[in-house]
């Protein structure tokens, strides 16, 4: 990995220029090198190619939480959907587990980040620091492996926070509810090493790294029936398919979607159901959740052979011999294998903030038209980039990039397209929108909003929607 981080050569160049600033100064410091702070930083350069920039991250390379992820993760959505905008991260592999297109595993991902990292610094505009830290608030860089060396960064334009989303998965922290002595709850990590039987498997957890772990256990020979799935709440997943179709056929799919009418959430949700945009595992379960999970039919197929399925709520202690959770108890065999699914990738914000202010600028999605697309959060660093490159003032800024709330409510998706539509009307009050499709569409990044469908009955499905936001804003 190409970095120009190594605390000696650091320590030698304060000490050569006798100045508390190290020569370190840049025009953007960039907190954090996975997708979010590579991709800010990809597109700025791209449109500013002079910018001077520090990216600094805790990790001894590039690719932020996929350093940590299980073995056996792959993207959700096919390769071409994530990245930043100058590199392709599909290279040609073939499909796999009923796909038609290419996804990316843990390898592949952080070979692909290294990569992007490298032609960055091969500018000259860009040089990275691992295992280190910003210190919260500061422009101060500080060594995690040697904490009393910090470095001060001189920063001539602002601070890029690519670490607000906080991305949390089960590796990095202890499970969230109790553990007795002598029970076995281990990451998904784990299963990877696996040589051991187990007298049977608890998967803890509704996400896709539950979904991942019961598949990579049935395709390693686990009996289905020593597999317990503990579902806290069913969830809707979102179908693979809709990510991978040539464009004809996602123009018949909204054609189809958009022609249809429903006024309340639970009619929506049955429609976006009918036309399998989104699907349920369990046939006579309706699922209250929806975690953006993408998953082919053949994978729900096969999670559809797992029997025992426990609906009590959240776990709240895993003993010896049993699981308490929410609403009642269950008996487990000594001995059993839990594997603890239960971190949610990332939490919603409450605490949102502006994503642009004078100093800095803080990494939050915020795409004017992700519907239907998979790429959102590769988009949303790219476009956090294109926007701060505008003249504009930080407020029209934020205007162009309000946070988007995220939550597991299903009916969200409902509010999507007139939410996505009015922020596109912002957009293009300001002659910005069409530069800024095509730039996304050029990397496949394209929105249902983009795609060309009869104008009217796009507008009736926007007005649809509409009309459920408002309603869903008078309940409250
Ligand atoms: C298992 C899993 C699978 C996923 N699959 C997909 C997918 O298929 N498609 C998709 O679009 N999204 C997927 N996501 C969502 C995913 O979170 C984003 O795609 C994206 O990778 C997040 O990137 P990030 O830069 O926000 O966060 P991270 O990858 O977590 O990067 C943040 C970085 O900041 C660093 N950092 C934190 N604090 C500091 C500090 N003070 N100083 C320096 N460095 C710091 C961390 O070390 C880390 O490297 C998945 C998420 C998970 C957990």
Redesign the pocket.
């Known amino acids: 990995m190409l970095s120009d981080f190594d605390p000696a050569k650091l320590e030698a160049e304060v000490e050569a220029q006798n100045t508390s600033t190290t020569g370190l100064d840049c025009d953007y410091l960039v907190?954090?090198?996975?997708?979010?702070?590579l991709g800010f930083t990809d597109e700025l350069l791209n449109l500013k190619p002079d910018t001077k920039i520090i990216i600094?991250?805790?990790?001894s390379q590039a690719?932020?939480?996929?350093?940590d992820?299980y073995a056996f993760?792959r993207?959700?959505?096919p390769s071409e959907?994530?990245g930043v905008v100058s590199q392709r991260l599909e290279n040609g592999l073939p499909p796999c587990h009923g796909d038609t297109k290419e996804r990316a595993n843990r390898d592949d991902i952080l070979n692909y980040f290294g990569k992007v990292l490298e032609t960055m610094i091969e500018t000259g505009q860009v040089r990275a620091f691992f295992n280190?830290?910003?210190e919260?608030d500061t422009s101060m860089i500080r060594s995690c492996t040697s904490p009393k060396k910090t470095f001060q960064v001189s920063v001539r334009k602002k601070i890029v926070d690519?670490?607000f989303?906080k991305?949390e998965?089960p590796v990095l922290r202890p499970p969230p509810y109790l553990v007795s002595a002598g029970a076995t709850v281990v990451p998904p990590n784990y299963l990877f090493t696996l040589e051991t039987e187990f007298p049977a498997y608890y998967v803890l957890g509704a996400g896709?790294?539950a979904m991942d772990s019961i598949l990579w256990l049935m395709s390693r020979g686990v009996p289905a029936d020593l597999v317990h799935w503990i579902v806290p709440r069913d969830v809707y997943v979102i179908n693979r398919t809709c990510h991978e179709m040539p464009d004809k056929d996602q123009k018949r799919l909204l054609e189809a979607l958009w022609a249809e009418e429903w006024s309340t959430g639970k009619q929506g949700l049955n429609i976006y159901e009918k036309h399998s945009v989104v699907l349920r595992i369990f046939a006579d379960h309706e699922p209250t959740s929806l975690k953006y999970a993408?998953l082919s039919q053949t994978e729900i197929a096969e999670l559809r052979n797992v029997q025992n399925v426990v609906r009590l709520g959240h776990v709240q202690k895993v003993g010896l011999d049993s699981i308490t959770l929410q609403h009642g108890s269950i008996p487990m065999p000594v001995g059993a294998l839990c594997i603890d699914c239960t971190a949610c990738?990332?939490h919603s914000r409450k605490d949102r903030r502006p994503i642009f202010s004078d100093k800095r600028i803080t990494?939050q999605c915020c795409v004017p038209s992700p519907l239907g697309s998979?790429?959102?959060?590769?988009a949303m660093a790219a476009t956090t980039a294109f926007v701060e490159a505008q003249p504009m003032t930080e407020d029209e800024k934020n205007i162009l990039c309000t946070p988007i709330i995220t939550n597991d409510d299903p009916e969200l998706i409902l509010a999507g397209l007139y939410l996505n539509d009015k922020k596109r009307q912002h957009w293009e009050r300001l002659g910005i929108y069409e530069v800024w499709s095509k730039r996304m569409g050029a990397r496949g990044w394209a929105s249902w909003l983009d795609v060309e469908v009869d104008p009217s009955l796009k507008a009736r499905a926007v007005a649809q929607s509409r009309q459920f936001v408002f309603a869903r804003r008078e309940q409250r």
């Open positions: 907190i954090g090198a996975g997708l979010l702070g600094v991250d805790k990790h690719g932020g939480h996929w350093n992820d993760v993207l959700h959505a959907s994530y280190c830290f910003v919260p690519g670490t989303m991305v998965i896709k790294t993408i990738a990332f990494l998979a790429s959102v959060w590769s």
